[in-house]
């Protein structure tokens, strides 16, 4: 784990006392040892019930519970010294009840912003598992069995669909859409092989390179103009993705 500046520490002092909090915990890069010299701190805040953000108001801008929708819930934007701090909210009754439709293989995906495929609700435990401890506990779980069995079906039929809808821009000559439905498509089969190998994902950052995906970026950059050209690139992409049918 990183070591923690001083005026980022004594945040932490101040987001444990906030009533209403549970446990703060360090997310993000940092926690996981992936930071470079351009990451910034994210502090996660757990907690139950009501929490009160009256101690943050003036120290950057504050987003209430629910002002980024019901799984990133909401949060600040805050600098503490040098240090850029993102402090994120979550509602341990909505970690908890994602967490146990996760045990059971069972999860919805919400538009995001930053998302390209929309955030899946088993985040919210991903989270748990990499995060680490400055205040109080929060209890993380193994990916669930059956996560690992049902999520790649859900995201392959996603990743099928995309691919069509690429298809259907490509017959109208619409590159952008083409574009943006087959990196769609690449997504969804980097998330497909993830849960395959039980792996705990938190944001796309580096989800096509976990996945052993990068080699599509290639193809990315060499995307043609006309119709039949355009058809025949999704069928590579297509194939690359293991995708030999049309949905």
């Not at 010299?37 to 996660?44: T, V, Y």
């Not at 999860?107 to 990499?130: H, K, M, N, Q, W």
């Not at 089969?189 to 996945?211: M, P, Y």
């Amino acid at each position: 784990m990183s070591a923690i500046p001083k005026p980022v520490t004594e945040l932490v002092d101040v987001l444990a006392a906030m009533p209403g909090t549970v446990a703060v915990v360090l997310g993000g890069s940092r926690a996981v040892r992936s930071d470079d010299k351009e990451s910034d701190w994210d502090l996660g805040v757990y907690y139950r019930g009501e929490i009160d953000l009256a101690a943050l108001s003036s120290l950057g801008t504050v987003f209430p519970p629910g002002s980024w929708g019901r799984v990133m819930n909401g949060g600040a934007w805050l600098e503490c010294g040098d240090e850029k701090v993102d402090v994120i909210l979550r509602d341990l009754d909505v970690v908890e009840y994602w967490t146990r439709r996760a045990q059971e293989g069972e999860f919805d995906r919400d538009a995001l912003l930053g998302y390209l495929t929309g955030i899946p609700t088993y985040v919210l435990t991903a989270e748990l598992a990499s995060c680490q401890p400055l205040h109080g506990s929060v209890e993380a779980v193994p990916f669930p069995p059956k996560l690992a069995a049902a999520a790649p079906q859900v995201w392959r039929f996603c990743r099928s669909f995309s691919l069509d809808y690429a298809r259907m821009h490509a017959r109208r000559g619409n590159v952008a859409g083409v574009a943006g439905q087959a990196a769609a498509a690449v997504m969804e089969e980097a998330h497909a092989i993830s849960c395959e190998r039980g792996q705990w994902v938190c944001n796309e950052k580096r989800l096509i390179e976990a996945a052993g995906l990068s080699s599509l970026n290639a193809l990315f950059a060499e995307i043609p103009n006309e119709r039949e050209q355009l058809l025949e690139w999704i069928d590579l992409v297509a194939h690359h993705l293991g995708a030999h049918r049309k949905f």
